[in-house]
C-alpha cells in the first residue's frame, strides 16, 4: 500500500502489533517509543518491511515537533497516524478519592498528547491523498456505560473521544478521516492476563487505518462496529 505511518507507543502490546501488521501490508511504519532502545528493539523484533525505530515522548512538544521535521525531510507526508500511546490503568483508586496527580499525567498523555503529536503531523496528513487519524480510546470512556473506579484512564478516554469529534469534524474537508476505536480487553502488560489476543485488538486499529475515502468519520468503533459515545 506504501503508505507512511506513525504509531505511537509502539515498543509492545497492540502498538507493536499494528506496527507489525502495516509493516506486512507493505506500508513504512515510523514506530515511536518514549525510549529509544525500546524503539529500536521493538523494530528489529519485526522482522520485515521497512520499520523505522524512532524516539517520540507525546507529552513533549519539542520531541513531537523534530519528529514532524524529520518526517517532512525524508518522507513529505504521514498518511496514517495512530495514537495509540497511553498511561494509569489505575484500577487502585477511585474518582472520590482520586490522586489528581495520577489524573494530570494520564490527561497529559493520553488526551494532550495524541492532540500534541496530531498537531505537529496535520500539516504532514494534509499533504498526503488519504489522511486517516485513529485514536485508540477504550470503551470504558462511554458516557453511556461510564461507571465508578479507573478515573484518571476513564476522564481520559472520555475526553480522547471528545477530540475524535471535532477534529473529524474539522478535518472532513481535508478528506482526512478521524476515528475513536477500543480495542476491547486485550492481554497486554496494561490490560493483564485474560483478554482477547493482541492481534485481534489490533484488528479494530487496523480496520479504521485501512478506511477507504467515503468510509466513515468522527466515529467511535470496536471490530468496525459502532459503539455508544
Known amino acids: 500500500m506504501d503508505r507512511v505511518c506513525v504509531v505511537t507507543g509502539a515498543n509492545r502490546g497492540i502498538g507493536l502489533e499494528v506496527a507489525r501488521q502495516l509493516a506486512a501490508a507493505g506500508d513504512t511504519v515510523v514506530l515511536t517509543a518514549r525510549d529509544e532502545r525500546k524503539a529500536v528493539e521493538a523494530a528489529a523484533g519485526i522482522g520485515g518491511g521497512e520499520v523505522l525505530a524512532r524516539r517520540l515522548d507525546v507529552a513533549d512538544e519539542q520531541s513531537a515537533a523534530g519528529l514532524a521535521r524529520e518526517l517532512e525531510k525524508t ?31 494520564a490527561l497529559e498523555t493520553n488526551l494532550l498528547g495524541a492532540w500534541r503529536v496530531t498537531l505537529a503531523l496535520l500539516p504532514l496528513l494534509r499533504g498526503g491523498a488519504h489522511g486517516r487519524i485513529v485514536n485508540v480510546s477504550s470503551e470504558i470512556g462511554s ?25 473529524a469534524a474539522e478535518l472532513r474537508e481535508d478528506g482526512i478521516l478521524v476515528n475513536s476505536v477500543c480495542p476491547g480487553w486485550v492481554a497486554t502488560d496494561m490490560g493483564g492476563p485474560g483478554g482477547r489476543p493482541v492481534a485481534e485488538g489490533a484488528r479494530s486499529v487496523l480496520w479504521a487505518a485501512d478506511l477507504p475515502d467515503d468510509g466513515p468519520t468522527g466515529g467511535f468503533f470496536r471490530d468496525g462496529q459502532p459503539l455508544p459515545w
Do not use: F
Request: proline residues 2%.
Open 75 to 105: 518522507h513529505g507526508r504521514v498518511d496514517v497516524l495512530v495514537n495509540n500511546a497511553a498511561i494509569h490503568y489505575d484500577t487502585w483508586q477511585r474518582a472520590c478519592e482520586a490522586d489528581l496527580g495520577v489524573v494530570s499525567e
Open 143 to 167: 458516557l453511556a456505560s461510564m461507571g465508578g473506579g479507573t478515573p484518571a484512564y476513564t476522564v481520559s478516554k472520555t475526553a480522547l473521544n471528545a477530540l475524535t469529534r471535532m477534529l
